[in-house]
């Protein structure tokens, strides 16, 4: 009963959802704030300048939260059209975790959408780009009140769509730059002592996708910074990495995965996020994928990838206060 209760809910507020003027417009007020939020967060302001950096002329070079122009440009009636136009029964996921039989959620969501018709034209309004290769090194330099240097370097990857990549890179993100233990973090933080942080990770799209590291120093140590890391992935390259290296690494990124889908609220979300992407087998395959990786994939992925020719890096320095001192030099 409860669950019959809870789908028709569901499936009422996408079809008869009336958006009443001053929801919207708390909402509208709300994003604007997060607008500003994201405006004051360094990290934040690396990633939006980054995409634009790397994806110009596509969809992705857009902020996701869009501008308080734009947000405050959208109308009650921009929120129906969308609607009716992207959200019909062949462009969506229903996902059901719990004490249910599968043949009974899917009678009940049979019984609920049986008058709703699908729109046989949806793939045609889907946004499709191209989405070139970047070649060379980018940069961009911002300044903003911060107390130190934060640095993003982004390789432009395949996404999910390179099913062995994408797992290959996620083990090579944790050797370089995934706790304590990892090859960074050794050199950097506690062996040389020229920043304060440093992690790299994959940010998978999906038919393309980033390598990132990131990392917070004081400004007169960026150039250093820059130069450990171009080194260890030189050597990641050309040095077979230690078995027992990789054993462990697989290990964490397997159980990370498990944790990450403790609960079924974990597990509706994943599943339903990669089946709307129409890669399902990336998430039931994903300890299958990394375990089978091999030293020699380590090795093909980041000469193909992680080229010291071809990447982009973001810096947003202390601003330099009109006859004053840095702090934290």
Not at 22 to 32: A, D
Not at 214 to 243: S, Y
């Amino acid at each position: 009963a409860n669950f019959s209760l809870a789908a028709d809910v569901l499936v009422d507020a996408i079809q008869n959802s009336s958006f009443p003027e001053e929801e919207i417009q708390k909402e509208k007020g709300v994003i604007k704030e997060e607008i500003n939020r994201k405006e004051d967060n360094p990290s934040g302001k690396l990633y939006e300048e980054m995409f634009k950096t790397m994806f110009p002329g596509t969809p992705f070079y857009h902020p996701v939260l869009g501008t308080k122009e734009s947000v405050s440009r959208i109308t009650r009636e921009d929120f129906k059209n969308y609607l009716s136009k992207y959200y019909v029964p062949n462009n969506m996921t229903a996902v059901v975790v719990g004490d249910i039989k599968t043949r009974d959620a899917v009678k009940e969501f049979e019984k609920l959408t049986l008058d709703w018709k699908p729109d046989e034209g949806i793939q045609e309004k889907l946004a499709k780009f191209d989405i070139p290769r970047r070649k060379g090194i980018k940069g961009f330099t911002l300044e903003k009140d911060v107390n130190m240097s934060y640095v993003m370097m982004a390789f432009q990857a395949s996404g999910l769509s390179d099913k062995r990549e994408n797992a290959t890179l996620d083990i090579v993100s944790s050797i370089l730059g995934e706790g304590r233990s990892s090859r960074l973090y050794r050199r950097i933080i506690e062996d040389e002592q020229i920043a304060s942080s440093v992690q790299a990770f994959i940010y998978p799209l999906t038919h393309t996708g980033l390598f990132i590291i990131f990392g917070t120093m004081d400004r007169g140590n960026v150039q250093k910074f820059r130069e450990a890391i171009i080194e260890e992935i030189e050597k990641l390259r050309n040095e077979t990495p230690d078995m027992e290296e990789l054993k462990k690494v697989k290990t964490m990124l397997k159980a990370d995965f498990q944790f990450s889908n403790e609960t079924n609220s974990d597990i509706a979300q994943t599943l339903g996020h990669y089946n709307t992407l129409a890669i399902l087998d990336r998430v039931t395959e994903y300890e299958k994928s990394i375990e089978s990786v091999t030293v020699e994939e380590i090795k093909k992925y980041v000469s193909d990838v992680l080229t010291p020719e071809s990447y982009s890096i973001g810096i947003i320095n202390q601003r330099i206060p009109s006859g004053g001192e840095l702090h934290g030099e």
